[in-house]
């Protein structure tokens, strides 16, 4: 019986050497993510401090992962600073920044927020989870062709499978601190991404479902899950008609929006098979599918300010920020229109990039206005 006070102690000490240096590698991917850019122009070798700081990280990993009893050659396979170029690329963490609008509507929407939440759920999402699908998407379709973020994507190999579990543990890890709802979240959100890649069940190969399956999971679901880590709300309180309306037309924004992504890549996608909505309406469908709904939520969501949140200001101010990404989708559909070949990568990244500034500019202020303005 002496001994189980001392047992105490030493698991304690574990769960906080574990805790430290799980936060440890956090800290550092994220040094790391941020230094992608020198690392791919080959310029990371040449400044010493990241150098430094490299070689004392894979010391204290290694040390971790023999403690913990990892393999170390999972650990060696999967830490950003040992990846290669291609799944560094293929990972296309800047991506998450065309997500980013429906986590700033939730918060805008919040009647409350609490910051030190929103930041975990932040990172979580948007520095691990969103990176972890991307990477496993690319390992499994393999593209030679331009997607989403990459032009000219390099090859993959297997070390992207590894990287992209390997972060999306990261984005379970840190879900936890927000709470045991959002981590569970993230799993559940995880597993979608996986059924609409894998070659196993390949949900991408089926219009209809794959792009219910893109619009709720990317849109109403994650809008909730935000919504509900911030507020700390019960889920009786979250799931009201004003909360969950936003939601909804968050995933019918997406749901109307989403071919247009895909709508360069009907070459690519015939060749592994895959019938995605875009493919399926043709170029000029596509823009006429994408006209009608997005109008339609746009009609949606000026309901919604009007009836619930900010009256005119934000109705006004929501249709302002709007309407260069209208503007560009009109001029893209005109051209593209007299000539198909305009329905190509770089427009549509112009359309993404375009769309994502102004709506998380408009979803910033939003949530500024609400909760740190004067009134």
């Not at 999967?78 to 170029?85: D, F, H, K, Q, V």
């Not at 045991?180 to 991404?193: C, D, K, R, T």
């Not at 098979?273 to 599918?289: H, K, P, V, W």
Request: net charge positive; charged share 10%; glycine share 6%.
């Amino acid at each position: 019986m002496r001994c189980l006070p001392s047992i105490g102690i030493a698991c304690k000490g574990s769960i906080f050497f574990l805790i430290n240096k799980i936060f440890t590698l956090i800290l550092l991917e994220v040094i790391t993510i941020c230094t992608v850019p020198f690392r791919v122009q080959g310029q990371l070798a040449e400044n010493q401090q990241v150098n430094f700081l490299c070689k004392k990280y894979r010391n204290n990993l290694y040390y971790f992962s023999k403690k913990m009893y990892f393999p170390q050659n999972i650990i060696h396979h999967t830490t950003l600073l040992s990846m290669t170029t291609s799944t560094l690329l293929h990972l296309r963490v800047p991506f998450s920044f065309f997500l980013m609008p429906i986590f700033w509507f939730a918060l805008s929407v919040a009647p409350s927020v609490s910051v030190s939440v929103a930041v975990f759920a932040f990172l979580s999402l948007h520095l691990f989870a969103y990176p972890a699908s991307n990477g496993f998407n690319s390992y499994y379709d393999k593209d030679e062709g331009s997607i989403g973020g990459l032009e000219k994507p390099p090859p993959v190999t297997k070390e992207l499978l590894w990287a992209s579990l390997f972060m999306e543990g990261l984005a379970l890890f840190m879900a936890l601190f927000v709470n045991w709802q959002f981590a569970v979240a993230i799993f559940l959100y995880g597993l979608a991404s996986k059924a609409y890649s894998h070659d196993k069940i390949r949900l991408k190969k089926y219009p209809v479902i794959s792009l219910l399956t893109v619009g709720f999971f990317q849109g109403a679901f994650i809008f909730l899950a935000v919504y509900q880590a911030v507020t700390e709300q019960s889920w009786q309180e979250v799931l009201q008609f004003k909360v969950v309306l936003p939601a909804a037309l968050m995933s019918f924004m997406l749901i109307g929006s989403y071919p247009m992504t895909q709508i360069y890549q009907h070459e690519e996608d015939a060749k592994r098979g895959d019938l995605t909505m875009s493919r399926l309406l043709g170029i000029r469908g596509t823009f006429a599918y994408t006209a009608t709904l997005f109008g339609c939520a746009i009609g949606g969501l000026s309901y919604y300010f009007w009836q619930y949140d900010g009256g005119t200001t934000n109705l006004l101010t929501f249709h302002l920020a709007l309407s260069p990404t209208l503007l560009f989708f009109l001029y893209w559909a005109f051209i593209s229109y007299q000539n198909p070949q305009h329905a190509n990568f770089k427009n549509t990244m112009w359309l993404n990039l375009i769309s994502a500034l102004c709506t998380n500019f408009c979803f910033i202020l939003f949530f500024y206005w609400k909760h740190f303005a004067i009134n």
